[in-house]
């Protein structure tokens, strides 16, 4: 028996939308091979079923796709993950190593590890022409390792250990104020008896060191920043608002940026005294210096809400006498390792 075969012939609609397919299912294209076929399944002439075979086919590429690109989103994130979770996980350590938290009579505070190293002190080139007479001359000083106080005492602090807050703007989480040199010294001792350290004033060149970062200095003109707002509470945020507004006066430590160790208001809020009799710098360098012998003003630093910005530099200097007492003037500790 003889059978006749006869060639199947579309119509070109069909065979000229398939033969687009194909190509662009070649190349990897699927979702425009899909609309060729789906085109194909509605020409007359045609074979849908054929048609949506390709269809299929494509679907099932693109599915792949969409998997592969989710397993690769899925990964990417885990690693993501990971590395979030390793750099937290080292930045605690790291925390940990630099800072260490005291609590007294239920009041916690810290205090931040400053690596020791050498810096230049007083008048330095990013103070601009606002430097004073008694910032110069500038000097290299080269200091052991410290601890310092992560914010200025708080009167929540003081209150803890000396049973009594003389601080004119009240407030836990503010910074005392009101204190003389001879306070802070008397709180001192009995902050060491409670707690068995040797805490102090920071000297003069530690307060500075510190102040511009030790180490990590990014050489700014303020305790952080050259923007005296970002850093500091000073005359023109405080001060000039005026005694009605709720801005006048001292704010709660940590309202503003830290500085490159991680210290608050360094610049601005309260004054800080330090341990050092104030008297002239020298030229020479010097190593953990102390300031003069003897004198009759005591150091003090940092500006407060009362000052101008230019007093609020980090190679400022300003006295006065151990018992004078004012409501922008404050302190933080140190502590030598």
Same mark, same amino acid.
């Given at each position: 028996m003889t059978v006749n075969l006869v060639a199947q012939s579309y119509s070109p609609c069909y065979t000229n939308n398939m033969a687009q397919g194909d190509e662009a299912f070649k190349q990897g294209k699927y979702s425009t091979a899909k609309n060729y076929y789906a085109t194909a399944k509605q020409c007359a002439g045609g074979n849908p079923s054929e048609a949506q075979k390709k269809i299929?086919?494509?679907?099932?590429?693109?599915?792949?796709?969409?998997?592969?690109?989710?397993?690769?989103?899925?990964?990417? +994130?885990?690693?993501?993950?990971?590395?979030?979770?390793?750099?937290?996980?080292?930045?605690? +350590?790291?925390?940990?190593?630099?800072?260490?938290?005291?609590?007294?009579?239920?009041?916690?505070f810290k205090m931040k590890r400053v690596q020791g190293g050498s810096f230049t002190m007083g008048c330095t080139s990013e103070q601009g022409g606002d430097c004073d007479g008694d910032e110069k001359p500038s000097h290299q000083v080269t200091l052991s390792d410290y601890w310092i106080g992560e914010t200025e005492v708080t009167q929540a602090l003081w209150e803890a250990v000396m049973g009594s807050n003389p601080s004119f703007f009240k407030?836990?989480?503010?910074?005392?104020?009101?204190?003389?040199?001879?306070?802070?010294?008397?709180?001192?001792?009995?902050?060491?008896?409670?707690?068995?350290?040797?805490?102090?004033?920071?000297?003069?060149?530690?307060?500075?060191?510190?102040?511009?970062?030790?180490?990590?200095?990014?050489?700014?003109?303020?305790?952080?920043?050259?923007?005296?707002?970002?850093?500091?509470?000073?005359?023109?945020?405080?001060?000039?608002?005026?005694?009605?507004?709720?801005?006048?006066?001292?704010?709660?430590?940590?309202?503003?940026?830290?500085?490159?160790?991680?210290?608050y208001d360094m610049s601005g809020n309260v004054w800080e005294w330090c341990e050092d009799w104030y008297g002239s710098y020298s030229s020479s360098s010097q190593t953990n210096p102390t300031g003069p012998s003897s004198g009759s003003l005591r150091v003090y630093r940092g500006g407060s809400w009362y000052s101008y910005a230019g007093n609020c530099r980090v190679s400022y200097r300003y006295d006065f006498t151990p018992v004078n007492r004012f409501y922008y003037l404050g302190f933080r500790l140190s502590l030598v390792r």
């Open positions: 299929n086919s494509c679907d099932a590429k693109l599915k792949a796709q969409q998997e592969a690109a989710e397993a690769k989103r899925k990964e990417e +994130e885990a690693k993501r993950k990971a590395q979030q979770e390793a750099a937290e996980a080292k930045r605690k +350590e790291e925390e940990a190593k630099n800072s260490q938290i005291i609590t007294v009579n239920g009041v916690s407030g836990d989480n503010r910074p005392v104020e009101s204190v003389s040199w001879d306070d802070c010294q008397e709180f001192i001792r009995k902050l060491n008896a409670l707690t068995g350290k040797t805490f102090a004033l920071p000297t003069e060149a530690q307060w500075e060191y510190a102040a511009r970062g030790g180490n990590k200095s990014r050489h700014c003109k303020y305790a952080g920043s050259n923007t005296i707002g970002d850093v500091a509470w000073y005359r023109e945020n405080c001060y000039d608002k005026g005694s009605s507004s709720p801005d006048y006066g001292t704010h709660p430590v940590k309202g503003k940026q830290a500085n490159e160790l991680g210290l």
